[in-house]
């Protein structure tokens, strides 16, 4: 059975969205082009025009995005 499909966050003020992390309250992820995004509290956001960074997160198993 496919996992299901996530859908992309939908942003939250100021061309935000945030993601909440299932697995961790605090880590850092790496994305392909060697940014560091850091989870705080079981959540991490990202400008709505960061392209690299949304594909990355919603790829990403234990991230789901916000509604």
Do not use: C, W
Request: glycine fraction near 8%; charged fraction near 20%.
């Amino acid at each position: 059975m496919a996992p299901p499909k996530k859908t992309p966050g939908r942003p939250v003020g100021a061309g935000t969205v945030v993601f909440r992390d299932t697995l961790y309250t605090s880590r850092n992820l790496i994305l392909p082009d060697g940014r560091q995004l850091r989870v705080a509290q079981g959540q991490v956001s990202v400008k709505a025009g960061d392209l690299v960074a949304l594909d990355y997160l919603n790829a990403h198993p234990d991230l789901q995005a916000q509604e």
